[in-house]
């Protein structure tokens, strides 16, 4: 029989009292819409070129709900793959939290829609909205509910449709998203470390960078708002791009720093899958080399909260990550938000 290194880094849960509980990721699974919509289609929709798209984003196609698929029905989709991996039953699922900008409906939440689709009676369930840093929100939530007790088996799920808040028209941001979701399990495993840190941060100052305007309380849904385009994602490319370059370097390092380890001790790092230029620049200030950074960005284009729930699965089935090896991952979105999490597999 095999055995793992030995450990080379610092757990910073040790020093709190969890009487041994550690969280782990038991499975990841991952689901993305048939559809899929590539560059030259877009260029008969908006005024630009497959080049243009790709020079400045890396994308080169993105996939695409079905009219009649919805936020829960792609989540649902994700958990049921991450939950056959796992071998564990609708039954035995605690708690299942959902990171979405793009639920089915104001409420009630897309988790109890999930609860429902997956048969998950047991659960308690609810929506947590941090935009494209949702999972690693969600994965450090669930974590707490592992480590105290509370529960034993968490479904954290990061799901979106945003081709439903998309305009068409416009070019600078109808050729960056599309749809999809990722999906964990959380639980307890023995001799695992598992998740080992995570650092959140925002910066609500800088919330009108990225943004939809309209649905909510200030801006409830009228024939004035739905003509003047309040429903749809709005952004600030430029200053966006800025912000998070800083802002998801700032997070690795910390995490990093957390942990006692550098770069060269990380096996792969996943970064939110947002524009092949922001994934460049982070993994050059990190000091990263060539094939540490995993990128899945030209298949999908930026899926906020799914993106490095899809990544991870993704990097996991095709074997670049292994037990044993540290994952980096870190993300930045609407909010401002941003995070990053040390992820021994």
């Given at each position: 029989m095999s055995t793992l290194p030995a450990r080379k880094f610092r757990n910073p849960r040790a020093k709190h009292d969890f009487k041994g509980r550690t969280c782990s990721i038991a499975s990841v699974g991952s689901y993305v819409p048939d559809r899929i919509v590539t560059n030259a289609e877009l260029e008969k929709l908006v005024d630009t070129t497959d080049d243009w798209i790709t020079s400045r984003t890396g994308i080169k196609e993105?996939?695409?709900a079905a009219a009649d698929e919805f936020t829960s029905d792609l989540g649902a989709k994700a958990a049921r793959r991450a939950m056959e991996k796992a071998g564990i039953t609708a039954d035995q699922i605690d708690l299942i939290i959902v990171s979405t900008i793009t639920p089915d409906m104001p409420f009630p939440s897309t988790a109890c829609l999930v609860q429902q689709k997956l048969g998950a009676t047991r659960a308690a369930a609810f929506d947590l909205?941090?935009?494209c840093s949702g999972f690693i929100y969600g994965l450090e939530v669930g974590q707490q509910f592992i480590m105290s007790r509370t529960y034993d088996t968490v479904l954290v799920i990061g799901a979106e449709k945003l081709s439903s808040i998309i305009n068409w028209k416009d070019r600078n941001t109808c050729v960056l998203f599309g749809d999809g979701a990722g999906a964990a399990i959380l639980q307890s495993r023995p001799n695992s470390h598992g998740l080992l840190t995570a650092c959140m941060g925002a910066d609500g100052a800088k919330?009108?960078?990225?943004?939809m305007p309209g649905g909510g309380s200030r801006c409830p849904a009228t024939v004035a708002s739905v003509s003047d385009g309040l429903h749809f994602l709005r952004?600030?490319?430029k200053e966006t791009f800025k912000s998070a370059v800083n802002a998801m370097c700032s997070a690795a390092n910390e995490v990093l720093r957390r942990c006692e380890i550098d770069?060269?001790?990380v096996k792969l790092v996943i970064p939110h899958q947002a524009n092949q230029r922001i994934i460049?620049?982070?993994g050059d200030r990190l000091g990263t080399k060539p094939g540490q950074v995993f990128v899945n960005l030209h298949k999908y284009g930026n899926t906020?909260?799914?993106s490095v729930a899809i990544a991870l699965d993704e990097a996991v089935t095709s074997g670049q990550v292994q037990r044993g090896d540290l994952v980096l991952l870190v993300v930045f979105g609407a909010g401002l938000t941003w995070?990053?999490?040390v992820i021994e597999w």
């Open positions: 993105r996939r695409i909205e941090a935009a919330a009108e960078l990225l943004s952004m600030e490319g770069i060269t001790q460049d620049a982070v906020s909260a799914a995070g990053a999490a």
